[in-house]
């Protein structure tokens, strides 16, 4: 049994930062690969960043360079900060072991103008 519990979204101001958490707890082997995804109302579900056992990241190209995927293997931990937030970041993010059917619950961020 895996669980995946998502924490640290809220509002902000566009312009603004926050970090997201997503806590990783259960049958977990090898540092699998992880990555944070975005579904905002009345969109798909898209990728924003993935980061591999041994630290590779990749994103979408709308969040390079303002979003940093990174993660704390000892702690089972993946983090995602948020720099330079825009009003199209809003969405609920999650967090998704890539490759199996585990998925957070999500938490919500929501960006004003």
């Known amino acids: 049994q895996v669980q995946l519990v998502e924490s640290g979204g809220g509002l902000v101001q566009a312009g603004g930062s926050l970090r997201l958490s997503c806590a990783a707890s259960?049958?977990?082997?090898?540092?699998?690969?992880m990555g944070w995804y975005r579904q905002a109302p009345g969109n798909q579900r898209e990728l924003v960043a993935t980061i591999s056992s041994s630290g590779h990241t990749n994103y979408v190209p709308s969040v390079k360079g303002r979003f940093t995927i990174s993660r704390d293997n000892a702690k089972n931990t993946v983090y995602l900060q948020m720099n330079s937030l825009k009003p199209e970041d809003t969405a609920d993010y999650y967090c998704?072991?890539?490759?199996?059917?585990?998925w957070g619950k999500g938490t919500l961020v929501t960006v004003s103008s």
């Open positions: 259960g049958s977990i082997f090898n540092n699998p690969t």
């Open positions: 998704h072991i890539i490759g199996t059917i585990y």
